[in-house]
């Protein structure tokens, strides 16, 4: 039997210096549980994306000193570790050591470039793949996309190799939806190679990118092994018996068959044998079952794991936000206080002339029930001060979308002023619905420095503060913010489906129009046609504010400035005959 040690880790985009302290404890607890292959993930030692640091070359230095510094640490043992390679080019590269050696390197050969990828830019492909054997263990490594693909290095390993395990190594970033996809896809992998495939994830937040964990060990015939926490620093322990795959692969007719006929995808380079290692004695596995989260509560702990990451990792131990009696505001709070602590996030109400005693008095209730801090700042003297500064300039005029927005600017700057003052992360807390049509202000309720909310459209934000509400089991989320009609309160008796369609029908045609690249004319045969060239136009028009907007969670497939990424300046209009 063979002993897989997986290190579901945490890295810091830059940080070399921790990341391989957290290698050299993730090689001190595999020697202790007694594996013979630890695994590490995709850029473990740089964090991944490490995107333009790739370009300091003291960077990629140090990289490659602490992969020269952690051979020591695998004395006994073999390792797989992602980081960064150097040679003729830049290669997204895993070192193999070996018994205080680094045994090879391999390139990733498969680089993509698409949504959040940006490999070209910065890797030259691999062109070649192997298989290593360790006494009568064989095992090839793939790093992230190589598996995506049928015919990929992984394919060829197994065949050309007769590889028993299909090692991959990932920085494979979360959305909703992925997780099954992603495990439906190494399930086949596994089985149509009749190979233990052990994927081993990245976990944790680095900007607007989510890495979920979950990692995962198939069986040859796509049975699920073992699971990795999701959202969490994990690892895996699992034992493979290489003699199983053999049996598996002598009674499948399949692969004599693909050996005869397939054309490898990518040059074989043969097998690399490594010195056997001394056998050791080894406490049996416990058994461990890990249960998927639903798809709420996923998509719920993917946004916290952003929040806390983001502030955790860039420095702020506190955050502070605006409470406006608002679903969203609400949300975010909620979000906030399960990241970094409930003493650790204040919440500020600002009401106006405009503000209902019920959003003052919910704010409160939320804050009460969540455990946070809350001041009042009363924004009405300032707005005045305000308007009688512009008197002169705003003469002959009626009052309109300019002093609305004034408000939320004063706001905003509120927010600022205490962000600055006393070093807390401001969280902003509009959501996808409202910034994909613009309904939202310009250094005001946009002001921050991290948009918790930013891909979450407004439906699923009711669906997350419901299963929130569920979770806790006693009041958390006040009902009437659950409740109430959304309102900005920027003027008397406002409210959203003033300006918007109701978001039952808004988010639909969203997700179709941005999401989905569906054509205006598409979907006006679903929807109303002119309610449909009324949003596609206001998503068009609004690029410019969304170009502004602070960075957030990606938790859809096509994430705004990740992933979607329209020029400010065109002259195309969506819809227009």
Known sequence: MVRLYLSQMNATVGDVDGNAARIRTGLERARDLGADLAVFPECALVGYPPEDLLFVPAFVDRNLAALDALREHTRGITAVVGFVHRDDDLYNAAAVLHNGEVRAVVRKVLLPNYGVFDEHRYFQAGDETRVFRVGEFAFGVTICEDIWHPAGPARVQALAGGAQVLVNISASPYHAGKVGYRETMLSTRASDNAAVLAFCNLVGGQDELVFDGNSLVFSPDGELLARGLPFEEDHVVVEVDPGEVLHQRLRDPRRRAAVQRERPSVAFQGVTDLPPLPRRTRDPLPRREIQPPGADEEVYRALVLGCRDYARKNGFGRAVLGLSGGIDSALTASIAVDALG??????????????????????????????????????????????????????????????????????????MALSNKFGWLLLSTGNKSETSVGYCTLYGDMAGGFAVLKDVPKTLVYRLARWR????????????????????????????????????????????YVELDRPVAALSA???????????????????????????????????????RFPITNAHRAGRP
């Open 469 to 512: 509400n569920a979770e806790a089991g006693q009041p958390w989320i006040p009902e009437a913010v659950l409740t109430k009609p959304p309102s900005a309160e920027l003027r008397p008796d406002q409210k959203d489906t003033d300006s918007l369609p109701p978001y039952e029908v808004l988010d639909p045609i969203l997700r179709g």
């Open 526 to 564: 679903e929807f109303d046609p002119d309610t449909v060239r009324r949003v596609a136009a206001l998503v068009d028009r609004n690029e410019y504010k969304r170009r502004q907007a602070p960075p957030g969670v990606k938790i859809t497939p096509r994430a705004f400035g990740r992933d979607r």
């Open 342 to 415: 409930a003493a650790n996030v204040e919440g500020v109400t600002m009401p106006s002339a405009y503000s209902s005693a019920g959003s003052v008095d919910d704010s409160l209730a939320l804050a009460d029930n969540l455990g946070m801090t809350c001041r009042t700042l009363p924004i009405g003297p300032v707005f005045d001060a305000f308007l009688a500064a512009l008197a002169p300039a705003f003469e002959g005029t009626e009052p309109g979308v300019a002093e609305e927005n004034i408000q939320a600017r004063v706001r905003g700057t509120l927010l």
